[in-house]
């Protein structure tokens, strides 16, 4: 991903944490946050949203999803402790699929065998 992007996927970030509701009724994971990760007005489709409290204590991940959601979990609980948090958003780019001229996977590479002494 070119640096440029980075910088507005970072830029959302900071953005988020001022959007996020993160005020709960007492319990250990009594806030939530979700929503829906964009890049130049499109849906980031691959990667991980990270919530970091900032008075410590556990973080909170969550997969971006095909639409670009998220829903925030704190271990296996969903949800995560009220709280000031710093959140950082981390993208991902499609693999490269390799084809061939007729559109198919490559062919296997050709292995050389060698004989000799020694």
Do not use: W
């Not at 609980?77 to 958003?89: H, T």
């Amino acid at each position: 991903m070119r640096p440029e992007h980075l910088a507005k996927i970072g830029l959302f970030a900071a953005v988020a944490i001022g959007l996020a509701t993160l005020a709960g009724c007492g319990g250990a994971y009594d806030a939530t946050a979700h929503g829906i990760v964009t890049l130049d007005g499109k849906a980031v489709p691959r990667g991980m949203v990270s919530f970091h409290l900032v008075s410590g204590g556990p973080a909170a991940y969550a997969t971006i999803g095909d639409d670009g959601r998220y829903v925030i979990r704190t271990g296996r609980e969903e949800g995560l402790p009220a709280g000031e948090y710093q959140v950082s958003v981390t993208a991902n780019e499609a693999p490269a699929k390799a084809q061939s001229d007729k559109g198919g996977p490559p062919a296997p590479a050709k292995q050389s065998r060698r004989s000799g002494t020694g």
